[in-house]
């Protein structure tokens, strides 16, 4: 089954201060594609990446990076110089897979940006 | 612009009645989906549809109920069998090009007094 763990549930930082949040998944298949949400107070949920399982470069995008390292089954988002505005709720999905293209969430991680 | 409109944003009704949320897409996408959240927690599946006539159960289908009549709307129905409809509710729609990419609309708050 595919299943995810984001290990940390609150982060509290200063704004400016770098802040990685952890992913671990599992899952059996060879090719499946791994995705990140945003979810800000407003509630609405709003894709961040998706990253296929061939490709393991990282990717930036403006402050946010990805480290997807398949030898330990980790895709890490980095948020560097954070802002109040990252203050959010971030979901981490199991892998979808052509099996199972049902997404799934957990509780995510609640990251707090203090000014 | 494209997007999914979900509406009405807060949602009030009284315990016993039948409620329906609405969420329309202009993306042309073929899937959608319902999803539920409660506080301080993930989202869960409730129904979903990948073309238009059909849709399954999701995880936590008992008390709701939906239709897929036309590609750009899924409305959901909260039932009075519902037991705790109290929740914050969310549409998503998806297409295969995309390898299944939900985007979500705003989503709905309903309150059930």
């Known amino acids: 089954a595919q299943k995810v763990t984001q290990a940390q549930t609150e982060i509290s930082v200063v704004e400016k201060e770098d802040v990685t949040l952890d992913c671990v998944y599992e899952?059996?298949?060879?090719?499946?594609?791994l995705f990140w949400y945003k979810q800000p107070p407003s509630g609405e949920l709003v894709f961040l990446i998706r990253?296929?399982?061939?490709?393991?470069q990282n990717e930036i995008s403006g402050r946010y990076s990805w480290n997807f390292q398949k030898s330990t089954s980790s895709f890490n988002f980095t948020i560097t110089a954070s802002q109040v505005v990252d203050s959010a709720v971030y979901f981490c999905?199991?892998?979808?897979?052509?099996?199972?293209?049902?997404?799934?969430f957990g509780k995510g991680i609640t990251l707090s940006v203090r000014p | 612009d494209g997007g999914i409109t979900q509406s009405p944003k807060y949602l009030f009704r009284k315990e016993g009645q039948n409620v329906t949320l609405s969420c329309e897409q202009n993306?042309?996408?073929?899937?959608m989906y319902w999803y539920r959240q409660d506080p301080g927690q993930g989202l869960r599946l409730i129904y979903y549809?990948?073309?238009?006539?059909?849709?399954q159960k999701g995880d936590i289908a008992e008390g709701y109920s939906v239709s897929r009549e036309k590609k750009e709307s899924f409305p959901l129905t909260v039932t009075s069998a519902q037991k705790n409809p109290t929740a914050f509710y969310l549409c998503a729609s998806s297409i295969p090009r995309e390898r299944d990419t939900q985007y979500f609309g705003p989503g709905t708050r309903l309150t059930v007094l």
């Open positions: 990253r296929n399982s061939f490709d393991e």
């Open positions: 999905a199991p892998p979808l897979t052509g099996a199972n293209s049902k997404l799934t």
């Open positions: 993306l042309n996408h073929d899937a």
């Open positions: 899952t059996r298949d060879t090719t499946y594609y």
């Open positions: 549809s990948q073309i238009v006539n059909d849709f």
